[in-house]
């Protein structure tokens, strides 16, 4: 599986936006990257996903290098409920298909 | 929708005992995980199912845990004996399937204790 870099922690202002770093210069062609975050004492929950282009939901977007080696999950306005373990994970299309490798994610504190 | 299940939600037990931990996933999804997340990391994949099937445990410790998916809805993960290093939160997740773009929905996770 191939591995992400996050920083441990990051802090944020309420109502400003976070931008969420994430290096994985392993990637290969098929690996999709996948955001997901866990509020405190609850299971994951899906952020977003992308393989080339930049992509766009209600809760986020999501920046990818040109050259796909890193990606930056932008929160555009902060909230106190967006505190949370904030995950980037390679997927490949692979024989297991959907299987999900966490590492150790960025603890994101919001500031009010 | 309601989400996926589990219960219970805590559980102490000595070291040695037996525990077991119950999943119902959400309704059609045919692919259901079973992730061990020790305190301060991020969860890993113990078990992974597609229907009643197992598809991947090459994570999971087969002389003491074991899982069953009966009817291809419900799952139990079951540890015997238990060790003090299985302290954790379990966690259950279900996907429509093994698509790559397929999110899982994660439940709240069982908190296991072991004195």
């Known amino acids: 599986d191939a591995k992400t870099t996050q920083p441990n922690s990051m802090e944020s202002n309420e109502e400003e936006p976070v931008h969420l770093p994430c290096n994985h210069s392993?990637?290969?062609?098929?690996?999709?990257i996948h955001w997901y975050r866990q509020l405190p004492s609850q299971g994951p929950e899906y952020v977003i996903h992308?393989?080339?282009s930049n992509v766009n939901n209600r809760m986020a977007s999501l920046a990818i290098a040109e050259d796909r080696k890193s990606s930056t999950l932008i929160l555009h306005r902060a909230t106190l409920r967006d505190a949370a373990v904030y995950y980037c994970?390679?997927?490949?299309?692979?024989?297991?298909?959907?299987?999900?490798?966490f590492g150790a994610g960025t603890i994101l504190r919001v500031k009010s | 929708e309601a989400g996926v299940a589990q219960s219970p939600r805590y559980k102490i037990i000595e070291k040695r005992q037996s525990v077991a931990f119950w999943c119902n996933p959400i309704?059609?999804?045919?692919?259901l995980y079973w992730y061990q997340q020790i305190l301060g990391q991020g969860p890993k994949l113990l078990i992974q199912?597609?229907?009643?099937?197992?598809?991947?445990d090459s994570q999971l410790p087969k002389d003491r845990f074991s899982a069953e998916r009966l009817k291809g809805v419900d799952s139990t993960l079951k540890i015997q004996p238990a060790k003090l290093e299985d302290s954790a939160v379990y966690l259950c997740?279900?996907?429509?399937?093994?698509?790559?773009?397929?999110?899982?929905?994660f439940g709240p996770g069982t908190r296991l204790t072991v004195l």
């Open positions: 199912f597609q229907n009643n099937g197992v598809v991947d």
């Open positions: 994970i390679l997927r490949d299309v692979g024989e297991y298909g959907n299987k999900l490798v």
């Open positions: 997740a279900s996907s429509l399937d093994r698509g790559d773009y397929n999110e899982q929905f």
């Open positions: 309704s059609g999804h045919a692919t």
């Open positions: 992308g393989l080339t």
């Open positions: 392993t990637i290969s062609g098929t690996d999709y």
